[in-house]
Every structure is written in structure tokens, then in C-alpha cells.
């Protein structure tokens, strides 16, 4: 056969495109570094670990590739947050003190431009630190307990500065304790004071512990008649011989916006006595709030009228501490009504008196009002008291003057319908006209009205 220059030359092109087409591009330059499976990062040193204190520390950066990094964690920032190819850099991480329980980590992200990544695990300790349930915490004159948890995150210690409040356990260790404060009767004439001091570590925390005193203090002239210390242990929700309950559906009055029950309702309790203190609950049950108004059952003309109180903190509460005649309340303003105490939590501390009928009422701007701040009113009990005679209406807080109306004696009940029977009332509102006038902070529920005692004195 004769071989001619043209099938040389085509023998020769097609055996070139054959090795041209299996060499599947194994010729094309390779990634640097490693494994061939992207660029080469060195961070150094590999991790760190440090204490609780805010600081700066440096790390180290070199890779064959241009590179960034960045962290989630808010508690570090980086300078700067990136770097060239070949280059070593130094990266400035500054850290915030660690003001937390427990010890935290940070993943600081370098990542190459072809996307290879490496990580530095930052591990900050925590400092020795406590968490208390409750800083302060106030008795009636009975013997009673409370407990408070403790969260250390390293061991402690307990102890109490008077014979007569003792705390078990005395020691406790990283984690959560349930610490029960407990206290004697209080024989005295004046409340009395202890400071529990937990120490951990160098550091010490405290709980401020106060307890009341049960003696009766008569004023000159008059004579106890009626009283509730709310002592008996055996007795957990106000005692229905001497107390009746109001149960009104949100809205009723004022537009106040809570629901009154009796006391309890499917788990929900909203009146009842622990530690010698009667306490009302104003509740988030639902869409709803829950509460109590209790009413003595036993009625007085004229007389001296005393309770020892402690009021709710939020936005929305209105605790109030007042007097409505035995009956003809439907009538009102005409019938008369006697404010003792109310408090809206919008203006805390500030505490007011008012009295209520025909001629003086709010719906008319005629009201007859005082007011005055009481420092502590919603951290400590205040003594809130009313003297009413057939000559004047007097109110005193800590027994001091506050509101003074006298008796016209013009014989006109649209002046001075306050010649009659009046039973005294506690409840704890939610919202309303007052109480809501800026709002409701629903964040403030539960809340808590504490009532120590109350007591009735009548002329000799």
C-alpha cells in the first residue's frame, strides 16, 4: 500500500489530539498548602485561655492566601479583620470583663479568599460571683421562715448576726441552694434588725433581715375593739369570720382592669397569710389579671383606724387601704367614702388620703386630698392610720398629720354624710382610671400588697 504525505501528517494530528483529550486538565496549577484542599493558615497560639478580667491579648495570623476574620461573640471585637497572603499579622482581640456565672467561649473565624477556614477558640473564666432570689427580707413578729436561693458558682458560707434569725444550711457550694432564713418570736416593743453575710471567695454578699414587733400600742383615750395580726399559723387565707370578699368582673369601677376573686380560683391565689403578714396578689392569669378586695365584716361609728403596710412596685398597681359605709354604697358619691391610703405604682411612694361624698368628690374636682412622699413605701411597712370622730376626719402616716377635714356640723349629709356605720376595706387594683392613668407595665406582675396588721380602737 502506498503511504502518502497526507496520511502521515493525519496520522500525526490525530494521536495528538488523543493525549491532548486524557490528560483531564491534570496539568492545571494546584491549590497551596496542605493537602491540596485550600490555602495554608497558621494561627498562633492554636487557642487561649484566659481569666475574667477585661483585657487585650494578640494572636498571630499567617496564610498563603488573602484572609479575614470575625467572631458572633459581642463580648470581643478584633483590629484588624484581615490580612495579605504571606504576611504574618498581629490581631488585637479586646475583651470585656466576664461579669457572668459561668465561663464563656468565643470561635474567632479566620477564612482564606477560596473560602478554606480555620478557627481559635477563646475560653474566658468567670469571676467569683452570687445570685440571691432576695436581698432583703421582712418579718412578722411570729416565728417564721423564708427561703431564698442562692446561685454561687464557687463554695460559701453563711451567717447571721443575731441569736435570733438562723440560716440553714450555713455552707453551700457551686450551684443552686435553697437557704431558709428563720427567726424567734419577737418579744420586744420595736421591730428588730439582722444581716445574714454569705461569703464566697474574698467577697461577700447580704440579706437585710427585719422583724416587726407585735405590741399594741393604744392611743390616748381609746381601747382596742377589733384587730387582726394574721399570726395564727393554722390560718393561710383571710379568716371568713372577720372578712368578706368582693368578686367583680374587670371594668366595675374606674375602668380598673383586674378580676376580683375569692382568694383562690382553679390554683390561683391572689389572698393569703404567710410569715404573720396577710399578702394580696395581683396575678397575669390569661388575657386577664387577677386580684382580691376583702371587706371587714364587722362595721364602726367613728374610732381610731390602723394597719401597717407594705405596697407593690409597677407601673398599673393601685393599692388602697379604705372605708365605705355598711350600706347606701350604691349611692355614691352621696354615701361617703374614706381613703385612709391609696398609692398608684406610676408615682411610687407617693402616698395620699382622700374623702369622698356629695359636695367633695374627683367627678366634680371637689375632693378633699393630701399627699405626701413616703420614702420606702414600696420596700418597707408604714404605719397608715385614720382618727374619725363626729369632729373631724384625720389621717397620719407614721403619726404624722396628713389630711384634716373638719365637720361643717351644718347637718348636711351632702358635706358630712360620715355620721354612720363604715367597714374598712384592702384591695389591690390594676389599671383604671388613676392607677392606669399612664399605662400598665404587666412586666411589674406578679405584684404584692403586705398588710402586718389591722386593729380598731374606740373612745372609752
Not at 394574721?230 to 369570720?241: C, G, I, K, R, Y
Not at 382553679?266 to 386580684?291: C, F, M, P, R
Not at 355620721?419 to 390594676?430: E, I
Amino acid at each position: 500500500m502506498k503511504i502518502t504525505k497526507s496520511c502521515i501528517l493525519l496520522t500525526m494530528f490525530l494521536t495528538a489530539s488523543l493525549f491532548s483529550c486524557g490528560s483531564s486538565g491534570n496539568d492545571e496549577p494546584k491549590p497551596s498548602g496542605g493537602s491540596g484542599d485550600g490555602a495554608t493558615i497558621t494561627i498562633s497560639p492554636a487557642d487561649m485561655s484566659i481569666n475574667a478580667d477585661g483585657q487585650e491579648i494578640i494572636i498571630n495570623i499567617k496564610s498563603d492566601s488573602d484572609w479575614k476574620i470575625a467572631t458572633t461573640a459581642d463580648w470581643c471585637t478584633l483590629f484588624p479583620t484581615g490580612g495579605v497572603k504571606n504576611e504574618a499579622t498581629e490581631i488585637k482581640v479586646s475583651v470585656n470583663s466576664n461579669t457572668g456565672m459561668e465561663a464563656r467561649t468565643a470561635n474567632l473565624v479566620v477564612t482564606a479568599t477560596d473560602r478554606a477556614t480555620k478557627s481559635f477558640i477563646l475560653t474566658q473564666a468567670a469571676k467569683a460571683a452570687i445570685r440571691l432570689s432576695k436581698s432583703s427580707i421582712t418579718f412578722g413578729a411570729q416565728p417564721s421562715s423564708s427561703n431564698i436561693t442562692v446561685n454561687c458558682n464557687v463554695d460559701w458560707s453563711a451567717q447571721s448576726s443575731a441569736a435570733w434569725c438562723k440560716v440553714t444550711p450555713a455552707t453551700g457550694t457551686d450551684g443552686e441552694t435553697s437557704l431558709t432564713v428563720s427567726c424567734d418570736k419577737n418579744e420586744s416593743a420595736e421591730t428588730r434588725n439582722a444581716t445574714v453575710t454569705i461569703s464566697y471567695s474574698g467577697e461577700s454578699s447580704t440579706i437585710e433581715v427585719s422583724q416587726m414587733s407585735d405590741e399594741i400600742i393604744t392611743p390616748e383615750g381609746y381601747s382596742l375593739v377589733w384587730a387582726d395580726e394574721f399570726n395564727d399559723p393554722a390560718v393561710t387565707m383571710p379568716d371568713e369570720s372577720k372578712w368578706w370578699y368582693e368578686v367583680w368582673d374587670p371594668g366595675r369601677v374606674n375602668n380598673e382592669l383586674q378580676r376580683y376573686i375569692k382568694g383562690k380560683r382553679d390554683g390561683v391565689v391572689t389572698a393569703e397569710i404567710s410569715d404573720g403578714i396577710l399578702k394580696i396578689h395581683a396575678k397575669k392569669v390569661g388575657n386577664e389579671v387577677w386580684s382580691a378586695r376583702v371587706n371587714t365584716s364587722t362595721y364602726w361609728t367613728y374610732g381610731y383606724f390602723e394597719a401597717r403596710l407594705k405596697l407593690p412596685k409597677g407601673k398599673g398597681t393601685w393599692p388602697a387601704f379604705w372605708m365605705m359605709p355598711q350600706t347606701g354604697g350604691e349611692n355614691w358619691p352621696a354615701c361617703g367614702e374614706i381613703d385612709i391610703m391609696e398609692e398608684v405604682g406610676v408615682n411610687p411612694n407617693y402616698t395620699s388620703s382622700s374623702i369622698h361624698c356629695s359636695a367633695y368628690n374627683h367627678t366634680i374636682g371637689t375632693q378633699k386630698t393630701k399627699e405626701v412622699l413616703t420614702p420606702g413605701a414600696e420596700d418597707e411597712f408604714h404605719v397608715y392610720a385614720l382618727e374619725w370622730t363626729e369632729d373631724y376626719i384625720k389621717t397620719y402616716v407614721d403619726g404624722k398629720l396628713l389630711l384634716n377635714f373638719p365637720n361643717d356640723h351644718a347637718g348636711d349629709p351632702k358635706t358630712w354624710p360620715f355620721n354612720k356605720n363604715f367597714g374598712l376595706k384592702l384591695n389591690l387594683a390594676w389599671g383604671g382610671d388613676w392607677g392606669g392613668m399612664k399605662g400598665v407595665d404587666e412586666s411589674a406582675l406578679p405584684a404584692t400588697y403586705e398588710i402586718d396588721y389591722v386593729r380598731v380602737f374606740q373612745k372609752d
